[in-house]
């Protein structure tokens, strides 16, 4: 990071749309990826959008751009309050409202359960939570892959939270935050969270009044297992939950059922449906481009009878299978703004203090220089190259890297395997699939309806 030594005067943003903030917004929240490449094109690979309600964002699509911002000292942005649009669904005390010492504290909390050997751990919990949700699969009567692959990751997620992933408790929880993410499910009602007047209350079955009660039963749940294992000790485990209610501080203070409420929310949230997207997409390409999954199930068949669920995650072909669907269309097309805390130089430019900063993943990943040929589906492209955290960057970067990235690509990667070698499925038509905006994500918009057609 290079601190600007020009004055603030000469700060200027870079060039980007003229047309009304409130048609930028429109534009944004309805067609993303179309309203980005616009911008490249028209004002090259850094550009200021104005979207209504909104201060100038300087988007960034750039490596070098790029890198200088994600290996900056955490001291010199600010990134938890420009979250704000989360906080109606994530609460007050989420992670990722935080900054400073108090968000590094924060990460260092919950990173334990989603790194090194304790991932690894819920490899067999993955496997195992899959092969149970295909099972119930008939042949020729078609499902959505979304839907499916929700099921799959909340469950994986509810594992890892609260140490258990089936039962009552689990399905309450499971179909109330479906049910509740739901209003999220469409450009229009994504709507709801970009516009906070459309946030008003207008009875229990308007669609904002059943987004605040679903969520009061979800917190209610939330707390009767808060309560329930402060009042039995023995049930605690190694369980993110568990670990949270041990915790103290400096003071010797416990997390506050609050709190606790509000990360529980979080890591349920960002911890199931990116990746359910994501796996619905790659579902998407293995039966869109049948030489890739052939190529893939020789790769899998390789490891023999059984294999061992690490060895199939560190296969190269599926890895490369799981980048390239993240790359082509990112799941969440933009990092976390950041907002500069200091007057600052980037890619030869000047910024004042106070300008906010967006890391453009979509754009990045559709850098002919980079991948040529962007919007073809080609995981070789990962096997011929190896690309910088600052060139291939699905899990964001530097101090707020994505806290479940490993997590993630493990799920990725042993739900694709377990089911392409069991299960010979297909798409259940031939209709177009498109990206669509779902909350802050970009999902296919059909779900990818696939259809199993016999067993291997
Ligand atoms: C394919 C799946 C996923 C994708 C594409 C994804 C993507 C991202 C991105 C782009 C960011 C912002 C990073 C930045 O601005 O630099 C982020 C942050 C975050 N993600 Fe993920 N994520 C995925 C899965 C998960 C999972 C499984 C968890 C489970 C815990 C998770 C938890 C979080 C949290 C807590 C943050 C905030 C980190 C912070 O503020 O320090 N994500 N993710």
Redesign the pocket.
């Known amino acids: 990071m290079t601190t600007a030594k020009a004055s603030f005067s000469e700060n200027k943003l870079p060039d980007g749309p003229k047309a009304p903030a409130l048609f930028q917004l429109i534009n944004w929240i309805a067609h993303p990826f179309e309203y980005l490449e616009e911008c490249i094109d028209k004002y090259g690979d850094i550009f200021t959008m104005r979207l209504f309600g909104f201060p100038p964002l300087v988007f960034i699509a750039n490596p070098q751009g790029i890198k200088q911002i994600f290996s900056a000292d955490a001291k010199d942005f600010d990134?938890g309050r420009t979250n704000d649009l989360a906080r109606p669904i994530l609460g007050d005390r989420s992670?990722?409202l935080m900054d400073g010492s108090h968000?590094k504290k924060e990460?260092k909390l919950?990173m334990p359960p989603?790194h090194g050997e304790k991932v690894k751990s819920y490899a067999k919990y993955i496997c195992k939570i899959t092969e149970k949700v295909a099972s119930h699969w008939e042949i020729n009567k078609p499902f959505i892959a979304r839907d499916v692959a929700q099921e799959i990751t909340l469950k994986v997620?509810m594992e890892t939270v609260f140490g258990f992933s089936e039962g009552e408790k689990c399905e309450q929880l499971r179909s109330l935050l479906a049910d509740w993410l739901d209003i999220t499910a469409s450009p229009m009602r994504s709507s709801f969270i970009f516009l906070q007047f459309l946030q008003i209350y207008l009875g229990a079955w308007s669609p904002w009044g059943h987004f605040i009660r679903t969520q009061q039963q979800i917190y209610e749940l939330l707390q009767a297992e808060i309560e329930d294992r402060r009042a039995n000790p023995e049930k605690l485990g190694d369980d993110i939950l568990s670990l949270m209610l041990e915790v103290t501080d400096e003071d010797g203070q416990s997390m506050s059922d609050e709190q606790l409420k509000d990360e529980l929310i979080?890591?349920l949230v960002?911890?199931h449906e990116?990746?359910a997207t994501?796996l619905a997409w790659a579902f998407y390409w293995l039966e869109k481009f049948p030489e890739v999954k052939e190529k893939l199930l020789r790769e899998i068949d390789n490891l023999g009878e059984n294999p061992n669920p690490i060895e199939i995650s560190r296969l190269p072909y599926l890895t490369a299978v799981c980048q390239e669907t993240?790359r082509l269309y990112?799941?969440?097309p933009i990092?976390?703004a950041r907002i500069a805390n200091q007057d600052m130089e980037i890619m030869g430019r000047f910024f004042a203090s106070g300008t906010t900063f967006i890391p453009c993943?979509y754009l990045t990943h559709h850098r002919e220089d980079l991948y040529p040929n962007s919007k073809q589906f080609k995981p070789e492209r990962f096997l011929e190259r190896q690309y910088t955290p600052y060139e291939f960057i699905?899990?964001?970067?530097?101090v707020?890297?994505?806290?479940?990235?490993a997590?993630?690509m493990l799920e990725?990667k042993l739900v694709i395997a377990s089911v392409v070698s069991k299960y010979n499925l297909e798409l259940a038509d031939n209709k177009p699939v498109k990206p669509m905006r779902r909350g802050g994500t970009l999902a296919p918009s059909n779900g990818v309806p696939l259809v199993l057609t016999g067993f291997r």
Not at 400 to 405: A, F
């Open positions: 990134v992670i990722i968000h990460r919950l989603f997620i979080t890591l960002a911890g990116t990746t994501s993240l990112p799941i969440v990092a976390f993943i699905p899990f964001g970067g530097g707020r890297l994505c806290l479940g990235y997590l993630a990725m």
